[in-house]
């Protein structure tokens, strides 16, 4: 392949797709998303995993000739495009803190002299003083950033080192940006292109309709879960298969028990990145079926003959679980999504938000006790009736909106008055996430339809699927059906006739009005569910606004078919499954409680600020001085490199190798890869 490019016009896409990248046609979409980057325009582009984003990337940075600089959060991602690209002939490189400098050096003058076609890039890296000017002496011809939604506030999985990509892009221009990502609402997409800032973009909204895979919710209680999960991965026609579940215990307990019967592994953030590794391999490669694991599974990974994907827990958000079962059925084969939650999934999630989003009011009494002068740390705790954990949760959220100034020795001043509607209004989108994943999985409509409206997707009125377990109850493979008995019948019966007179009602006043005692909300809304399903009632989400709340509450509506026949004869009810509670292998294992164990338990306030009985004071002090120093290092609080909870638990465990290190509560993979190698050595050296 020639070192020297020549543009090529956009009416000679279909030549170089055939010559350059060996496909004789486009996937749907593709095309004009690439006719609209060649031609040098701005785009946000959202579709979902595995629809074929990168081409519409690459295609138009080989077009434009130069080099296309590819921004990504994933360190493996990077390394399987780049592998990927290079397989096919081209010039690509990266940069991240993966490689050492002399390798960094010699790919930043390779990107100089121009034998680069692609460049990926950590979004950090644009923050080490020198690299972004650096860039700037040969501008890119096409700037890719992908997952995109990390840079937005509002996204599912929001980084703030994308921030600074607003600051360095100018330097870069005009090359044209194409932003990617598999997930974001239509609030998250105007939040992007504002943070981009973006020039007329063209939004390309496309392909979140997944005609193959057949979506069925159920509620169940969680001790019958593990079970389901057993009895439905034991159809060899539901393996290959991912199994997700909230902590990673469960990821180990369920593991341990479903490989009694076929392969299976866990997988999560507290494994070695070398085991993590092993794993995908074995799963890609397909020596292991079934993969058990938390959210830290899934990017980057392609694998195509995935046929279901199960959650044993309500997902905390619809972009985290759209992105989380669209990695099944990627080869176009028939496909499951399974998702077994209840009402205590919500009791969960609201407990950690309630925890990582204080009340308003915590922060606005840091906020009051802080002067323009600097306050150390330690005299706020001793002010305020927090523990340190409580603190530094809350002074994160305020130096993040901007309520508080705080320096790399933790010393902190008061920042800026406009703290609060941003972080009221951060707050409120997070518990708005959990409303609508929520409504999502009590839902009286088809799933498939529900999720396209979700993400603004323009082909979302096509139609219902026709294959979850709303259009299609018949073929469910948890939930099951009975016919309604006389008195449900007659419950139904008076649904109808409500709304023959009044249609359009709210749910909440059907059930008020028709029955007020007489039977649950639960049992009413049932009802209305199965009345929907039956084809005969469209239930729709709306809202209201009251006092600056916004209140949402479900509408019934008659559809045609009711008007013609009226008839409750079709009308099923569904049932919950009888699953007989068993305990895992790995509990029977588990120690029995002691005598003393139903003892009221008791607050114990633990001064963080000295090591624990068991953590050495040499080895605490080292490794708070060299925290300090990352710190200073990268100009943050030293919070924001480790808490003091986390710190003092690398103490009291005093890691040897990363398979520890991992697996001390916090360290997830992102701290292993950038802090691991220095925090073992500091621990071998107080050691020895």
Not at 35 to 60: E, H, N
Not at 179 to 208: C, H, K, S, Y
Not at 489 to 505: T, V
Not at 558 to 566: E, M, P, Y
Request: hydrophobic letters at 40%.
């Amino acid at each position: 392949m020639l070192f020297e490019r020549s543009p090529t016009p956009v009416e000679g896409l279909h030549g170089l797709l055939r010559e350059e990248f060996g496909f004789e046609s486009f996937r749907p979409y593709q095309e004009e998303v690439c006719r609209a980057v060649t031609l040098g325009r701005d785009v946000l582009l959202v579709m979902p995993t595995g629809a074929g984003k990168s081409l519409c990337y690459q295609l138009p940075g080989i077009a434009r000739a130069g080099t296309t600089l590819v921004v990504s959060p994933l360190i493996a991602l990077m390394e399987d495009q780049t592998a990927q690209l290079r397989r096919g002939g081209f010039r690509a490189e990266r940069i991240h803190s993966g490689r050492d400098r002399s390798e960094s050096r010699r790919v930043c003058q390779d990107y100089l002299a121009g034998h680069v076609d692609f460049l990926f890039i950590a979004p950090e890296r644009l923050s080490v003083s020198g690299f972004p000017e650096m860039l700037a002496r040969r501008a890119p011809t096409l700037i890719a950033v992908d997952e995109a939604h990390c840079i937005s506030h509002w996204g599912h999985d929001f980084r703030p080192d994308y921030r600074m990509l607003k600051d360095r892009l100018p330097l870069l221009r005009p090359a044209p940006v194409i932003a990617m990502t598999a997930t974001a609402t239509p609030l998250v997409q105007r939040d992007i292109v504002e943070q981009l800032e973006l020039r007329e973009a063209g939004l390309f909204i496309r392909g979140f309709r997944r005609s193959n895979i057949a979506i069925e919710l159920v509620e169940i209680r969680p001790s019958a879960r593990p079970e389901i999960a057993e009895s439905l991965l034991r159809d060899t026609t539901n393996r290959p298969a991912i199994v997700y579940t909230p902590t990673r215990q469960q990821s180990e307990d369920l593991a341990e028990r479903l490989a009694l019967q076929f392969p299976s592994a866990p997988y999560h953030a507290g494994l070695t990145a070398k085991r993590r590794d092993e794993v995908q391999a074995a799963f890609l490669a397909g020596r292991v079926e079934v993969v058990v694991a938390t959210i830290a599974f899934g990017m980057g990974i392609d694998k195509p003959d995935v046929r279901s994907v199960i959650h044993t827990a309500m997902p905390g958000s619809v972009e985290a679980y759209y992105q989380e079962i669209g990695r099944a059925g990627r080869d176009g084969g028939p496909s499951r999504a399974i998702l077994l939650h209840g009402y205590v999934d919500r009791r969960t999630h609201g407990f950690f938000l309630d925890r990582d989003y204080p009340e308003v009011e915590v922060l606005e009494r840091i906020h009051n006790e802080l002067t323009e002068s600097w306050l150390p740390k330690e005299q706020l705790l001793d002010r305020l009736p927090f523990d340190a954990d409580e603190l530094d949760r809350a002074l994160a959220k305020l130096w993040v909106h901007g309520g508080a100034r705080v320096d790399p020795e933790e010393n902190i001043a008061r920042g800026h008055p406009r703290w609060r509607p941003l972080y009221m209004a951060q707050r409120r989108h997070k518990w708005a996430e959990l409303d609508l994943i929520t409504r999502y999985a009590n839902n009286r409509e088809c799933r498939m339809l529900h999720l396209m409206r979700h993400f603004g997707d323009r082909e979302g009125e096509g139609g219902a699927c026709g294959i979850c377990d709303f259009c299609r109850p018949g073929d469910c493979v948890v939930l099951t059906f009975r016919k309604p008995t006389a008195e449900e019948r007659d419950s139904m019966g008076k649904i109808l006739e409500a709304l023959a007179k009044h249609d359009g009602q709210a749910t909440g006043r059907l059930h008020r009005e028709l029955f007020g005692e007489s039977i649950s909300r639960d049992e009413s809304e049932t009802l209305i569910g199965a009345l929907a399903r039956a084809g005969l009632v469209q239930v729709r989400d709306d809202a209201f606004e009251r006092d600056g709340r916004v209140i949402q509450f479900r509408r019934a509506r008659l559809t045609a078919r009711v008007r013609q026949d009226g008839t409750v004869d079709e009308v099923l009810v569904p049932v919950e499954p009888d699953i007989a509670p068993r305990r895992d292998p790995a509990k029977r294992r588990r120690r029995k409680k002691k005598k003393d164990d139903h003892k009221p338990l008791q607050r114990t306030v633990i001064d963080l600020s000295l090591p624990p009985p068991e953590a050495p004071a040499v080895l605490v002090a080292a490794l708070r001085d060299w925290r300090l120093a990352e710190a200073r290092r990268r100009r943050v609080p030293a919070f924001h490199i480790l808490s003091n909870r986390y710190l003092m638990a690398i103490a009291e465990a005093r890691p040897h190798d990363e398979s520890a290190l991992a697996a001390v509560k916090g360290m997830g993979p992102k701290r292993v890869r950038d802090y691991g190698e220095a925090i073992l050595e500091i621990v071998r050296d107080s050691t020895e």
